[in-house]
T-cell receptor
């Protein structure tokens, strides 16, 4: 059973450019959350998608946007990149309504992340 | 505003020692608290989840406790092994406005277990 897969694993961009990161949730999960983890810091919640809509959002500017597709996969887009956007971007998936999940299936599952470097 | 603090930031111990990692949070209105492990450059692996109504959870050599009223949690690792070397992160889910995927993390404790 495949877990959460993210692509690309590493990428380098320059200031002002735009980037798209992709996430495929764990099989059976319908909710995707995105986190930013700067070096030496804990992950910070960016936003969460369910039923193709943004449901919750953390304290991130509008340069950060996302999308969820009918197959539950998701994209994170960052426009006008800044040096401070350099970080590990983590995707996590889950099942929104626990009572629909077999026991033990509804665990928040993280991908390995996409490492973004902005020069 | 909920803030999560982890102490110490780094810890180095010899193999076989028992150790305790600490996590504190400023707002006791939490739904649950979770401990994660992160290996260098990797994603997060959930270790233990404690619901707000629970006092502790155990899994193998790991035991996590929760004192919601004082805003504290500890992760106890028994008989540490070099394979336990990783960063350990504590995260809380808020009672109001939170969700399973919307967690507030501490900065983590980097653990090194020497053979």
């Amino acid at each position: 059973d495949a877990g959460v897969t993210q692509s690309p694993t590493h990428l380098i961009k320059t200031r002002g450019q735009q980037v798209t990161l992709r996430c495929s949730p764990k099989s059976g999960h319908d909710t995707v959350s995105w986190y930013q983890q700067a070096l030496g810091q804990g992950p910070q919640f960016i936003f969460q998608y369910y039923e193709e809509e943004e449901r919750q959002r953390g304290n991130f500017p509008d340069r950060f946007s996302g999308h969820q597709f009918p197959n539950y996969s998701s994209e994170l887009n960052v426009n006008a990149l800044l040096l401070g956007d350099s970080a590990l971007y983590l995707c996590a998936s889950s099942l929104r309504y626990r009572d629909r999940a077999p026991s033990g299936a509804n665990v928040l599952t993280f991908g390995a992340g996409s490492r973004l470097t902005v020069l | 505003k909920q803030e999560v603090t982890q102490i110490p930031a780094a810890l180095s111990v010899p193999e076989g020692e028992n150790l305790v990692l600490n996590c504190s949070f400023t707002d006791s209105a939490i739904y649950n608290l979770q401990w994660f492990r992160q290996d260098p450059g990797k994603g997060l692996t959930s270790l233990l989840l404690i619901q707000s109504s629970q006092r502790e959870q155990t899994s193998g050599r790991l035991n996590a406790s929760l004192d919601k009223s004082s805003g504290r949690s500890t992760l106890y690792i028994a008989a540490s092994q070099p394979g336990d070397s990783a960063t350990y992160l504590c995260a809380v889910r808020r009672s109001y406005g939170g969700s399973q995927g919307n967690l507030i993390f501490g900065k983590g404790t980097k653990l090194s277990v020497k053979p």
